[in-house]
């Protein structure tokens, strides 16, 4: 099982590096005490599988219970539980403009310090040894909410292009277009099966309809320049930190050409180590 303890600043991008984490198909747990983490690592072991990459974030909301940290971590190590420490930190100036901007209360304010400044300078002495023991330090002083997961992705990930789930759909145009989708081809310049009688009630899963659909050259060298499009814009959306990605086809009813193309294009990215899905949203609309 792989797990990654969270850990830093307060204001430094933990539940954003959270939702980084989620996305790439990590189970998350914030504001966790210490001293139950081993805990938790035992009862994802016992899940059979369906628990295989974990994530807890454990800081200085946890107070006193904070100061069990390096014990648990000890206590990892004699279990044989194997796991990364990811420390984020930055700048005192940006966290304080953070903290003002969100005008959310600092965890040491009211406690040991009563001013903001006080508290940031306060926390960076008590996270210290924390940041000494980390196996990666990310500063998000500069980063954007899309940086920081193109960090994570690079970090945790062995292919990064899995960090986005593609879905790859099919629709028919009669019954109204995906406005949810990021693109959108319309198919429908295509020869139809529809008008061949043997063709007609079947879809673009049965190979009949798609071998029909594909022997065309229009539909070959169609479908070559969608992968070719498709291939330099997924590092862009990756770039931008984007989580998931649409990518629609349409035909007149949706069952043969765009059920064709969809499936396609899903087989070719699965093929190339993309997290895919692919659903036919009027497959089964007379």
Do not use: W
């Amino acid at each position: 099982m792989e797990l990654i303890i969270v850990t830093g600043l307060s204001g430094a991008g933990k539940s954003r590096t959270v939702n980084a984490l989620e996305d790439i198909g990590f189970f998350c747990v914030d504001n966790m005490p210490p001293k139950l983490i081993s805990k938790f690592v035992e009862i994802g072991m016992q899940s059979k599988g369906e628990i295989e990459r974990m994530a807890v974030v454990t800081d200085i909301r946890g107070g006193e219970l904070f100061d069990g940290l390096f014990e648990e971590l000890d206590l990892l190590r004699s279990k044989e539980f194997e796991y990364k420490l990811l420390f984020l930190t930055a700048s005192d100036e940006v966290l304080i403009r953070r903290y003002k901007e969100t005008r959310r209360k600092h965890p040491l304010v009211g406690t040991l310090c009563n001013s903001l400044e006080e508290a940031v300078k306060q926390e960076r002495k008590i996270m210290s040894h924390a940041r000494e023991r980390a196996d990666y330090i990310l500063d998000t002083s500069l980063m954007s909410n899309a940086q920081l997961k193109e960090r994570i992705c690079k970090l945790f990930l062995d292919n990064i292009a899995t960090g986005m789930m593609i879905n790859c759909m099919s629709f028919g145009f009669k019954y109204g277009d995906p406005t949810y989708a990021d693109l959108v081809f319309d198919v429908r310049c295509l020869p139809n099966p529809f008008y061949v009688d043997e063709l007609k009630h079947k879809t673009g899963l049965n190979t009949e309809v798609k071998d029909y659909v594909m022997q065309s050259q229009d539909s070959t060298v169609l479908f070559d320049k969608i992968k070719d499009l498709i291939d330099f814009l997924l590092p862009l959306y990756l770039n931008e930190g984007k989580s998931q990605l649409t990518v629609a086809f349409g035909c007149t009813g949706g069952k043969h050409r765009s059920v064709t193309f969809a499936e396609l294009l899903y087989q070719y990215l699965t093929d190339k180590g993309n997290k895919t899905s692919v659903n036919h949203r009027d497959i089964n609309k007379l």
